[in-house]
């Protein structure tokens, strides 16, 4: 027989009975039933019970077992009674009576508990991870991450692509976040970078020849940590295809994704149809360009509707350039109650309040100011079914721009009785997030998100340049490399109106997916940079090696990258990424396991050529 184990604690059924079986594992659970001891031991596939009684000759050793100790059992396989007979898991229909026993590692007492739910603060479960990470979810977890990677892996096989590996210590270079920069022994003063991405090196391999490329990247930015983000490192299906257009990207990229999703999604829905937003759009409609699609609200311009109205606050606001007032419709929210918790959101927001209109069955007071006759008169007549009340528009917005402006609202957004519509008005970059944020909480609040799917959106046509309103300058407001759409003759005009050929993939509220088709021609790359303030000497000095290379015969080329982290926290319904990383940094970006990042030995510094200054 093996040292450790015959079986492992999943494997064993009632074809076992009546043999002896070794297993090996942790202690999940021990109960002491009248002098006959039960344990749950659980390994990496599952659990088995076992059991020891006086008769047993390792009884009194089994007594001083204890949760999570490591222990070899040797025993002999019996069928459960058929009351006692556990449905909920592979071994319920068996038990081992323990004959021999080895303990293979002690356990001290325990920061948490392994068994259980019981919520832990972080700082305990980072400082533990290696007893967290035994706990049921997070097994589960990282078993769906390991099998997501796998899956995507056979999946760009299966279509063409083969796998490279780009360096992971390169030279600096800008993408967007701060580098984590590497000292050099050999060239002191001199530093090396981890790589934010593999970009410019799964460029170069399009340059030389390979067509098709995929990597399981690991990628590294110096970052502010958020729920859905690692602050140090993370990991990325990386991938890029010579001789493309942008639908060429998104029709190879489609199927691997809908694929996992469909494989690991536990049955929610996976959206067939996946539309293409374009960058303006989906700010107007959705206020990100991340939009969870599963909430069906879409904001809407209603200047119109208040300028030179009597609702003042609107009204001057739109007589100031690049202004708007935009709606965001409530169906169901036609409530005072409900309207005035929403404003309460937008004051925590740091606004000064959200305006509403909502729209109401009509009052007795109503009806009677309508036809001109008492309060009473109207209540009975109403009440007799002699007049129908009707609805009517409440809220101060309401009783501001008067009753043919909100139905005109009305109209526009779709909205009946017993629905709702907020207002921000302002410039657009001002405002735009809070409204996002805010048609979130009222899909929510509301029950109109459907939460058994998974609903995609490209998200496209992004602009290249934006200028800063304070000093007039212009600069790149999102990928430089892109190709920009019309190629150099579009560069020739408004930067402003300059649009790239980049995309993201959006899902439930995510992003999952950039990409681009890249600017391979190293004249419009000089164009494009020389536009944001950049001179040919400074591309040469930042991109030298990419820029070279495009002197040599570049292929139109593009690709993408689809966050890894991010698709398993989706998949295992996890609001926060370090669930679904084995060894994630805490907020401060502090491995409270391994005590990282420590401070250096005065050796290493000296042989680094290295001073840390103190910081006050």
């Known amino acids: 027989m093996h040292a450790y184990r015959s079986q492992t604690c999943a494997e064993l059924n009632t074809a076992h009975v009546g043999q002896t079986v070794r297993l090996a594992g942790w202690v999940h659970r021990v109960r002491d039933h009248g002098g006959i001891l039960f344990i749950d031991l659980r390994d990496h596939y599952g659990m088995t019970q076992v059991l020891c009684d006086p008769d047993s000759p390792v009884f009194a050793q089994m007594e001083e077992v204890r949760s999570e100790w490591c222990i070899r059992i040797d025993g002999v396989v019996k069928a459960r009674d058929a009351e006692l007979v556990n449905p909920k898991i592979p071994t319920g229909e068996i038990e081992v009576f323990?004959?021999?026993?080895?303990?293979?590692?002690?356990?001290?007492?325990?920061?948490?508990?392994?068994?259980?739910?019981?919520?832990?603060?972080?700082?305990?479960?980072?400082?533990?991870?290696?007893?967290?990470?035994?706990?049921?979810?997070?097994?589960?977890?990282?078993?769906?991450?390991?099998?997501?990677?796998?899956?995507?892996?056979?999946?760009?096989?299966?279509?063409?692509?083969?796998e490279y590996q780009t360096p992971i210590i390169t030279a600096s270079s800008p993408e967007g976040a701060r580098d984590f920069l590497v000292p050099s022994r050999l060239h002191p003063g001199r530093f090396y970078a981890l790589p934010q991405a593999p970009q410019q090196f799964k460029q170069l391999l399009m340059v030389s020849g390979f067509d098709k490329y995929f990597q399981i990247a690991p990628c590294f930015r110096d970052e502010d940590p958020r729920a859905d983000r690692s602050p140090t490192d993370f990991y990325q299906l990386d991938l890029e295809m010579s001789f493309v257009e942008q639908q060429d990207v998104f029709d190879t990229v489609e199927p691997v994704i809908a694929g996992v999703f469909e494989e690991f999604g536990k049955g929610a829905v996976v959206d067939q149809d996946w539309p293409q937003i374009s960058y303006r759009d989906a700010a107007l409609w959705y206020g990100t360009d991340k939009p969870d699609l599963r909430n069906p609200i879409k904001?809407?311009?209603?200047?119109?509707?208040?300028?030179g109205s009597g609702f003042a606050i609107f009204a001057k606001l739109l007589e100031q350039e690049g202004t708007q007032v935009r709606a965001i419709p409530a169906p169901g929210g036609g409530s005072r109650k409900f309207c005035d918790r929403m404003n309460a959101f937008a004051q925590k927001e740091g606004l000064p309040g959200?305006?509403?209109?909502?729209?109401?069955?009509?009052?007795?007071?109503?009806?009677?100011?309508?036809?001109?006759?008492?309060?009473?008169?109207?209540?009975?007549?109403?009440?007799?079914?002699?007049?129908?009340?009707?609805?009517?528009?409440?809220?101060?917005?309401?009783?501001?721009?008067?009753?043919?402006?909100?139905?005109?609202?009305?109209?526009?957004?779709?909205?009946?009785?017993?629905?709702?519509?907020?207002?921000?008005?302002?410039?657009?970059?001002?405002?735009?997030?809070?409204?996002?944020?805010?048609?979130?909480?009222?899909g929510e609040e509301l029950g109109l998100t459907d939460k058994n799917r998974f609903a995609f959106a490209w998200i496209v046509d992004f602009p290249i340049y934006e200028r800063d309103e304070e000093t007039g300058r212009v600069d790149f407001e999102h990928n430089p490399f892109s190709m920009p759409q019309g190629g150099m003759a579009a560069l020739e005009g408004d930067p402003l109106e300059v649009l790239g050929y980049q995309y993201d993939l959006a899902c439930n509220g995510y992003e999952l997916v950039s990409g681009a088709i890249r600017n391979h021609r190293p004249e419009i790359m000089f164009k494009a940079f020389e536009i944001a303030g950049y001179g040919a000497d400074e591309v040469r000095k930042r991109f030298g090696g990419m820029v070279n290379a495009f002197q040599y015969g570049a292929p139109p080329h593009g690709?993408?990258?689809?966050?890894?982290?991010?698709?398993?926290?989706?998949?295992?319904?996890?609001?926060?990424?370090?669930?679904?990383?084995?060894?994630?940094?805490?907020?401060?970006?502090?491995?409270?396991?391994?005590?990282?990042?420590?401070?250096?030995?005065?050796?290493?510094l000296m042989e680094l050529g290295l001073r840390v200054i103190p910081q006050d």
């Not at 920061?111 to 259980?116: A, D, E, I, K, R």
């Not at 904001?299 to 300028?307: L, S, T």
């Not at 966050?563 to 907020?587: K, W, Y």
Request: glycine share 10%; aromatic share 6%.
């Open 98 to 162: 323990v004959r021999d026993l080895e303990v293979l590692g002690a356990a001290g007492e325990l920061p948490l508990m392994v068994f259980g739910d019981q919520e832990y603060p972080e700082e305990t479960r980072l400082s533990y991870r290696y007893l967290d990470l035994r706990r049921e979810k997070m097994q589960e977890n990282m078993k769906l991450r390991s099998d997501v990677v796998a899956s995507m892996r056979r999946r760009m096989w299966d279509i063409g692509f083969r």
């Open 299 to 307: 904001m809407q311009v209603v200047n119109e509707h208040f300028a």
């Open 354 to 442: 959200m305006g509403y209109i909502f729209w109401r069955e009509k009052t007795a007071d109503a009806v009677a100011q309508e036809m001109g006759i008492t309060v009473k008169e109207a209540q009975a007549r109403m009440k007799a079914g002699e007049v129908a009340g009707g609805m009517e528009a409440a809220g101060p917005l309401a009783k501001n721009i008067g009753p043919e402006r909100t139905e005109a609202i009305r109209q526009q957004l779709g909205l009946g009785l017993g629905d709702a519509a907020f207002f921000l008005g302002g410039k657009p970059k001002d405002f735009e997030a809070v409204a996002g944020r805010a048609r979130t909480v009222i």
């Open 559 to 604: 690709g993408c990258a689809a966050g890894i982290d991010r698709i398993v926290m989706l998949l295992a319904d996890e609001a926060n990424i370090r669930e679904v990383i084995l060894f994630p940094m805490n907020q401060r970006a502090e491995d409270l396991m391994m005590n990282a990042p420590s401070e250096p030995t005065s050796d290493q």
